[in-house]
């Protein structure tokens, strides 16, 4: 699902956030990146979008190798990739259901489909009541739930949540956890958080990679 | 509200470079009337001593016609004052008359280029363009082409850079969204949808606006004209071939803005 080769990430070409990273996140993996503020966590998380460009070694995600400069396949790897955002980055104009619509209307699907499979996603996310709702109208938690529905619409292999919970009282992180608790177990997908604490009694097998002074390990 | 003003801010500039566009047709229609016109009623009068032979072309302008003007004809004109055996003289002396008809009618420069080609032609006595009436009104209207041209070019100009605005103006206020299509796989033409929308919309808008225009115009040419200026006015029958020329200007130019746009915002 994604693997890491020696990887060395930058920002500005200054300093190296991450140097010589090696890791291998397989499929159905849960994953979380801990690390101090600062210490690159979403960094590495944005070079598995490719929002980053990797400075040296290979990085494959997909099967995408994303060290090699390629718009249209870095296009299609993120089409197929659920992400969440710690600031729920939700498109103010749209409601909450042409939000969730956003990644079905991207992959075509018909409208049919893609309308059931909204009210079907707002149903799961506990937002039914809120259908035409603007983000601007909806709690942070709310809003985090939104992003979720958009990020589990078109049944994606892989989803990358940055910090999802960091913005969230205890109820609504809760919910966040759930959910991607339940896409990870009920659904198969793989998911990597970036996270500053992981909950306690998570209930699940997950992997924790640490990042301290830009080197990845895997920590027990 | 919104999309109000955005369609305004595309659709006003738009109409202002169509109108002029069909100014522009308007007076290159009369003025090719008016060469036409002239063209048809001027010639060259070449006088040799002999024959001057075929012409097919005079300083890169096709020769329409060249008809000989009969010897009997010029005689007869003054026959009344002259003895039988003045006239007699007269016949044997008389030069060829050529009376000298061109495809188009030439410019003041073209014309003295004729007029010394037509002098080094052996045996050509005399060449006379007569060409100083004509050559007035021809240079005025020609003027004004020139003047509609350069006005057009402007307003082209102007109409570019506030289409481009406009999109720049689109472009920062909705980066946010942007780049969460972006981030979601989107390409920048996917999330630029809303825009096209409106410059489609805005487009055919202008087009049906300025159609109507023109159909107005052309209609009621005598009411909004002087009514010394009619008769240049030619018979306007193929306004399709106008509205053709509007449509096409009309979605050339903001496809090339756009595009233009959306290939420096990627460079970016």
Same mark, same amino acid.
């Given at each position: ?17 991450? +140097?010589?990273?090696? $890791? ?7 994953? $979380? ?14 070079? $598995? ?8 070694? +290979? ?24 992400? &969440? ?27 049919? !489909?893609?309308?059931?499979? &909204? ?26 739930? &939104? ?15 940055? +910090? ?10 809760? !919910? ?39 080197? !990845?390990?895997?920590?027990? | 509200?919104k999309h109000l003003k955005s369609f305004f801010s595309f659709t006003i500039p738009l109409i202002i470079m169509l109108v002029t566009f069909s100014i522009y047709l308007l007076i290159n229609k009369v003025v090719d ?12 009068? =070449? ?13 890169? /302008?096709? =020769?329409? *016609? =060249? ?7 010029? /005689? ?56 100083? *009436? ?7 209207l020609i003027l004004i082409q020139d003047i509609i041209i350069v006005l057009f070019a402007i307003v082209l100009l102007l109409s570019i850079f506030l289409l481009s605005q406009q999109i720049k103006i689109w472009f920062f ?7 969460? /299509? ?10 630029s949808?809303p825009i096209i929308k409106v410059m489609i919309i805005s487009t055919i808008s202008s087009i049906i606006i300025v159609s109507l225009f023109l159909f107005f115009t052309i209609n009621n040419i005598? /009411?909004l004209i ?7 006015i030619?018979?306007m029958?193929d306004l399709q071939y106008d509205i053709i020329k509007i449509a096409i200007l009309a979605c050339i130019i903001p496809l090339i803005t756009f595009f233009g746009l959306l290939v420096q915002h990627?460079?970016?």
């Amino acid at each position: 699902m994604i693997l890491a080769k020696n990887i060395t990430l930058t920002y500005d070409n200054k300093r190296n956030i991450i +140097e010589n990273g090696n $890791f291998h996140i397989k499929e159905k993996d849960f994953i $979380f990146i801990t690390g101090s503020s600062g210490s690159g966590k979403s960094t590495l998380l944005k070079s $598995f979008y490719g929002e980053l460009p990797i400075k040296k070694g +290979e990085l494959y995600v997909n099967k995408i190798d994303l060290s090699k400069k390629n718009n249209s396949k870095l296009l299609t790897l993120r089409k197929n990739l659920g992400i &969440v955002f710690q600031d729920y980055k939700l498109i103010a104009e749209y409601t909450i259901e042409e939000n969730i619509m956003l990644p079905l209307e991207l992959h075509n699907y018909d409208s049919k !489909v893609s309308t059931n499979q &909204v009210k079907n996603l707002l149903k799961h996310v506990q937002l039914s009541h809120r259908v035409g709702a603007y983000p601007a109208e909806l709690s942070g938690g709310e809003q985090q739930r &939104v992003a979720m529905a958009r990020a589990l619409a078109h049944n994606p292999s892989l989803i990358l949540a940055d +910090e999802p919970t960091g913005n969230l009282d205890e109820y609504s992180a809760n !919910v966040i956890w759930k959910l991607l608790k339940d896409a990870n177990q009920h659904l198969g997908i793989t998911v990597v958080v970036v996270t500053h604490t992981i909950p306690n009694n998570f209930g699940i097998n997950y992997r924790r990679f640490n990042i301290d002074d830009g080197v !990845v390990y895997e920590a027990s | 509200m919104k999309h109000l003003k955005s369609f305004f801010s595309f659709t006003i500039p738009l109409i202002i470079m169509l109108v002029t566009f069909s100014i522009y047709l308007l007076i290159n229609k009369v003025v090719d009337n008016y060469k036409s016109n002239i063209t048809n009623d001027y010639s060259i009068m =070449v006088i040799a001593n002999t024959p001057i032979g075929t012409l097919d072309t005079i300083s890169g /302008i096709k =020769v329409k *016609d =060249v008809k000989i003007l009969k010897k009997e004809k010029i /005689i007869k004109d003054v026959k009344k004052n002259l003895s039988e055996s003045s006239l007699k003289l007269l016949k044997t002396k008389l030069p060829y008359f050529y009376q000298v008809y061109l495809e188009e009618f030439p410019t003041t420069f073209k014309l003295e280029q004729i007029k010394k080609e037509l002098t080094s032609i052996p045996n050509v006595k005399r060449v006379e363009t007569f060409s100083s *009436d004509h050559n007035k009104i021809y240079s005025l209207l020609i003027l004004i082409q020139d003047i509609i041209i350069v006005l057009f070019a402007i307003v082209l100009l102007l109409s570019i850079f506030l289409l481009s605005q406009q999109i720049k103006i689109w472009f920062f206020e909705q980066s946010e969204r942007i780049t969460i /299509i972006q981030l979601h796989g989107g390409s920048l033409l996917y999330s630029s949808k809303p825009i096209i929308k409106v410059m489609i919309i805005s487009t055919i808008s202008s087009i049906i606006i300025v159609s109507l225009f023109l159909f107005f115009t052309i209609n009621n040419i005598a /009411i909004l004209i002087r009514p010394e200026i009619l008769p240049l006015i030619p018979n306007m029958t193929d306004l399709q071939y106008d509205i053709i020329k509007i449509a096409i200007l009309a979605c050339i130019i903001p496809l090339i803005t756009f595009f233009g746009l959306l290939v420096q915002h990627k460079l970016k």
